[in-house]
């Protein structure tokens, strides 16, 4: 009696709402058939759309969070994920045996763009592991270009993604010490066994050891440094050479994502490659580049582009060396700006890129450098790695008004 009670009440309401003059029975008294508005009949399939997606999403394979034991009770705790955890979850478009995966053209996004781009997930089989693994090129054909050749057909595991992201933003100066961290033994080379363990260890930091490696028993970034029978060993100058390569091509493609085929960017396009993970909104420094009149038809090309990069994984030595115009109370000006940055890298930066952070820095707009906001800010950026702003979650709710306004705008 009850169940027949609710649904009657639910029967009337929803007559109701679809404006019926028949609450009670959804066809009319005279037995014909109630015809109601198009968007009512959007409705149902939007609730279904709904559904769906919810079982959809529930169904994808997860980078599941680590339960911790407590050391007194032996109870366990689910641990939160990381940052870095959620983020490598929203890129990687491959699974292997319920394990995720990234491809090379997944870790490039990853590093380069705020939100992954819509993708299928791809369920890989041992064929298709294979496959993808043979199309790595070996360590003697490495090259600047590396992830963009392998791009769908690279395999990259969560360690690999923890160990690539530490080394994209680090200076020359610190390429041997991490070298010499990984080379455990001191034999001036690293092998596959030590660079495993360098894995495990940084996943285990990170706090997903269980997915370090996952099933796979290389990857395509092991494969590339040791070869096929992974009995190949890693020298100094070959480690060095890769992550100049790494830093290099991530930076070709940000330059090339604002350039848009042309060999340089504006001004207002530099700004907007420095500000895009951080808070400092790109509105305000438009009108003031605007207000200032300063966007000229110069460009920055790739070069100086890629120089002042240089000078931004060197981010501390340079603060330091300006902050000893702060400490006397000296603003600092673009030549000491300049001279800064060649003690720091060695070499002298272009004279348009300092005038473009000048510009784009000059918050009081008396011509000088405001310096606490652009470490701030660059410090922000340079961290983008492992600090990059999350992508907007995009839940079932919005789903939904997603598939209701597609389905209006159809019809």
């Known amino acids: 009696m009850a169940s027949r009670f609710l649904w009657r009440s639910l029967q009337f309401k929803f007559a ?3 404006g019926s003059p028949h609450p009670w029975n959804i066809s009319s008294s005279l037995g014909r058939t109630k015809t109601y508005p198009r968007w009512a009949g959007l409705l149902v399939l939007s609730g279904a759309c709904y559904i769906g997606l919810k079982r959809w999403k529930r169904s994808l394979p997860v980078l599941p969070a680590v339960s911790a034991k407590e050391e007194d009770g032996g109870k366990s705790e689910v641990r939160k994920p990381s940052k870095k955890e959620r983020r490598f979850k929203e890129f990687a478009s491959c699974s292997y045996k319920g394990v995720l995966y990234m491809t090379a053209r997944d870790f490039l996004e990853c590093v380069t763009q705020s939100q992954p781009r819509v993708f299928t997930m791809n369920y890989l089989d041992d064929a298709a592991v294979v496959k993808m693994l043979n199309a790595t090129p070996p360590r003697r054909k490495g090259s600047s270009h590396l992830f963009r050749d392998l791009w769908e057909n690279g395999l990259i595991s969560y360690g690999n993604y923890l160990f690539l992201l530490s080394i994209l933003t680090k200076p020359t100066s ?7 961290i990984i080379d455990r033994d001191g034999s001036n080379t690293i092998d596959r066994e030590e660079f495993l363990y360098m894995g495990a260890t940084v996943t285990k930091e990170n706090g997903n050891a269980q997915h370090q490696q996952g099933w796979l028993k290389e990857t395509s970034l092991e494969r590339h440094f040791f070869g096929t029978r992974g009995r190949e060993k890693l020298y100094l100058n070959d480690f060095i050479q890769f ?3 790494l830093q290099n091509e991530c930076r070709q493609i940000e330059f090339t994502l604002h350039a848009k085929g042309l060999p340089t960017i504006t001004e207002l396009e ?6 895009k993970h951080t808070s400092t909104r790109l509105q305000e420094v438009t009108k003031r580049l605007q207000k200032k009149q300063s966007l000229s038809d110069k460009g920055i090309n790739f070069d100086n582009f890629n120089m002042f990069c240089h000078l ?9 060396a300006l902050s000893i115009h702060t400490l006397s109370g000296q603003p600092i000006t673009q030549d000491e700006f300049k001279r800064a940055a060649y003690i720091c890298i060695g070499k002298e930066l272009d004279g348009k890129v300092i005038k473009a952070v000048f510009d784009i820095f000059d918050v009081d707009g008396d011509g ?3 310096y606490k906001e652009f470490i701030h800010v660059m410090r922000n950026w340079n961290k983008r790695a492992s600090l990059l702003q999350e992508a907007r979650k995009i839940g079932i709710w919005r789903q939904f008004k997603t598939c209701v306004y597609h389905g209006i705008t159809e019809n």
Do not use: G, M, Y
């Open 368 to 370: 000088k450098l405001s």
């Open 16 to 18: 109701r709402f679809v």
């Open 312 to 320: 931004l994984n060197n981010l501390e030595d340079f603060s330091t």
């Open 174 to 180: 610190q390429f041997e010490v991490t070298f010499k």
């Open 243 to 245: 992550i100049e390569n």
């Open 270 to 275: 530099f700004a907007a490659i420095l500000l």
